[in-house]
């Protein structure tokens, strides 16, 4: 099963850019879609976006649509959220997520990260 490392979250103001990446190890990253959900204090997991193995096939939350990215690197075993206009009710703890198909759902997917803390003040 792979695992998964988020990195790149931070504080930013409103306003601003974070790119958050999701590095993967032990599996063939490759094969597997993925996806990023976030997850605010005392909010249930929150689907953002998905991807297919190959990149071909995106999902996108519709109030995510327009200021988020996802895009994958299967050389470097990575993929990415590029994040803009941030504004402070995206405050969260971000995960990404591995499956064997792409899916809107937390429970579709079998790896997950530890999470990396997004901070944006107003």
């Known amino acids: 099963q792979v695992q998964l490392v988020e990195s790149g979250g931070g504080l930013v103001q409103a306003g601003g850019s974070l790119r958050l990446s999701c590095a993967a190890s032990?599996?063939?990253?490759?094969?597997?879609?993925m996806g990023w959900f976030r997850q605010a204090p005392g909010k249930g997991r929150e689907f953002i976006a998905a991807i297919t193995w190959s990149g071909g096939i995106i999902y996108y939350a519709d109030s995510m649509k327009g200021r988020f990215t996802i895009s994958r690197d299967n050389a470097k075993n990575t993929g990415y959220l590029q994040m803009n206009d941030l504004k402070p009710e995206d405050t969260a703890v971000y995960y990404c997520a591995a499956g064997q198909r792409i899916a809107t759902i937390a429970t579709d997917f079998g790896s997950w990260g530890q999470g990396t803390q997004v901070t944006v003040s107003s």
């Open positions: 032990g599996g063939a990253f490759s094969s597997y879609a």
